[in-house]
């Protein structure tokens, strides 16, 4: 079903913004959906075989950062630009499919979470259709996040996707990425069994962490990201490194305030995440 077949079906066809959608390439072969709430395929040009056959366990949640869907999904389709996804969920909450799942899609780069590299052979990707931070960065629509609630929900189950190895772009490549970013609500996510979350420690005055730091101190925090699965050296300086990888674990855990400081309420709320991994993901992060 082509996404017009699906706006003029009259499902809340008021609300439906018309998404101009780029041809899809005439050389692509269809394929049927893995969701069975994906309303479209789309095929991308852009995808390989996951290395070694490793099987998808993990979920990394993007936004498309740019200024309008039609540019976003030529983008992850078409031949040449090396990047894909497996779905893209737009902002009315329509979900479509445009790598299958068993495939490779090339959505991480260089990432690395709990000691792997190629995040792409191990996760699905999902692009959320949001302008991004650099052209305003909107709230994310609730039927937007319904919507990526409920995609994560059936392959969480299909590919037992542990809610820990929910992740954004910016937790594996912290240097690189902002997305999904401080606004995209996370708390929603795990409200509903999607993602590993705990209710963030109040920010308060106080001592922290921060750049130019050197000490115990500074290699108990390192040494606690990278147990929770975040890529860093542990050297007891609070580097250029250390700041972008704390960044990264406010957008997503503590993002009332992203500024790179390790202060009270940011190490009070990765000691919680620590303390409520399942026992299995401890003993790996242990390891
Ligand atoms: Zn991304």
């Known amino acids: 079903m082509s996404l017009g077949t699906f706006a003029s079906a009259g499902v809340d066809s008021k609300r439906q913004r018309a998404v101009p959608l780029p041809h899809t390439n005439a050389n692509m072969k269809t394929f049927t959906p893995d969701s069975s709430i994906a309303s479209d395929v789309i095929p991308s040009a852009n995808y390989g075989d996951r290395n070694k056959g490793r099987l998808p366990d993990m979920i990394v949640l993007h936004y498309t950062g740019m200024p ?38 090339w959505h991480a780069g260089v990432a690395l979470w709990a000691g792997e ?72 996510l795990a409200n509903s069994g ?58 997503h855990f503590r993002p009332a305030r992203v500024d790179g400081v390790a202060d009270h309420s940011t190490l009070t709320t990765l000691q919680a995440l620590l303390a409520s991994l399942p026992e299995e993901a401890k003993a790996v992060a242990a390891g």
């Open 68 to 105: 309008d869907v039609e540019g976003a999904i030529a983008r992850l389709c078409t031949a040449g630009t090396d990047v894909s996804a497996h779905y893209i969920v737009l902002e009315d909450g329509r979900i479509v499919q445009t790598v299958p799942e068993a495939k490779r899609a």
């Open 117 to 188: 590299e190629d995040i792409n052979s191990c996760s699905i990707g999902v692009e959320i259709v949001n302008r991004g931070h650099d052209w305003g960065y909107p709230e994310f629509p609730l039927r937007q996040t319904a919507a990526v609630i409920a995609l994560c929900r059936g392959i969480m189950l299909r590919r037992n996707v542990p809610s820990h190895r929910v992740l954004g772009h910016s937790d594996v490549a912290p240097s690189r990425k902002k997305d999904p970013g401080e606004k995209f609500p996370w708390h929603s």
């Open 194 to 251: 999607v993602g590993h979350w705990v209710q963030p420690a109040p920010v308060v005055r106080g001592e922290s962490l921060k750049l130019g730091t050197i000490g115990d101190d500074v290699s108990d925090l390192q040494q606690a990201l990278a147990r929770y699965g975040y890529g860093l050296p542990i050297n007891g300086k609070y580097d250029g490194t250390t700041m972008e990888v704390v960044t990264a674990f406010q957008r």
